[in-house]
T-cell receptor, first 114, second 113 residues
Framework: NAGVTQTPKFQVLKTGQSMTLQCAQDMNHEYMSWYRQDPGMGLRLIHYSVGAGITDQGEVPNGYNVSRSTTEDFPLRLLSAAPSQTSVYFC?????????????FGSGTRLTVV | DQQVKQNSPSLSVQEGRISILNCDYTNSMFDYFLWYKKYPAEGPTFLISISSIKDKNEDGRFTVFLNKSAKHLSLHIVPSQPGDSAVYFCAASIGGGADGLTFGKGTHLIIQP
């Protein structure tokens, strides 16, 4: 099992460019979510999805778009990159009604916006 | 306003001793609390969790205690091992976690030989 796969692992963007961070899971999980981790800030929720076709905003959604056309994929789009979006991005998935079983995280995408 | 707080950015413990990591929360709606461990350049990995209807959960060397009245939980690691050196995040969820997790800022645990 590959688990949660994020691509790319590293990316450098220029201010104003757009890009898509890819996230795929092969565990047939219902719930998926995106987080960003900044130094000293922990992980903050960007967007989440409870199933194909359903998405919602988290704590820090501005500047990001998501869609969930299949159960497996949950891409995160940066519309017009800004230096404030320099961060490490994590995608996570869970089979639903997770309660105490937690989310499985990908290994992250380190994004630098210059 | 932070709903999940980890007030100790770092903690140093001798190998073989007990490590105690603390976490406080403000939202009474949280019904599950989770601990994640994170190594550099890797994603967080799930460690242990506790339901809000319990006050203790144990898994091998790891025990989580929950004090609902104080809105406080702690993770105990006994005995501490060198491989336990990592950043530990406290997280909480509502209603099964459908709308994601709320994380604290993390505590960097350093196990000294």
């Amino acid at each position: 099992n590959a688990g949660v796969t994020q691509t790319p692992k590293f990316q450098v963007l220029k201010t104003g460019q757009s890009m898509t961070l890819q996230c795929a899971q092969d565990m047939n999980h219902e719930y998926m979510s995106w987080y960003r981790q900044d130094p000293g800030m922990g992980l903050r929720l960007i967007h989440y999805s409870v199933g194909a076709g359903i998405t919602d905003q988290g704590e820090v959604p501005n500047g990001y778009n998501v869609s969930r056309s299949t159960t497996e994929d949950f891409p995160l789009r940066l519309l017009s990159a800004a230096p404030s979006q320099t961060s490490v991005y994590f995608c996570a998935s869970s089979y639903g009604e997770t309660g105490g079983n937690g989310y499985t995280f990908g290994s992250g995408t380190r994004l630098t916006v210059v | 306003d932070q709903q999940v707080k980890q007030n100790s950015p770092s903690l140093s413990v001798q190998e073989g001793r007990i490590s105690i990591l603390n976490c406080d929360y403000t939202n009474s709606m949280f019904d599950y609390f989770l601990w994640y461990k994170k190594y550099p350049a890797e994603g967080p990995t799930f460690l242990i969790s506790i339901s809000s209807i319990k006050d203790k959960n144990e898994d091998g060397r790891f025990t989580v205690f929950l004090n609902k009245s104080a809105k406080h939980l702690s993770l105990h690691i006994v005995p501490s091992q060198p491989g336990d050196s990592a950043v530990y995040f406290c997280a909480a969820s509502i209603g099964g976690g459908a709308d994601g997790l709320t994380f604290g800022k993390g505590t960097h645990l350093i196990i000294q030989p």
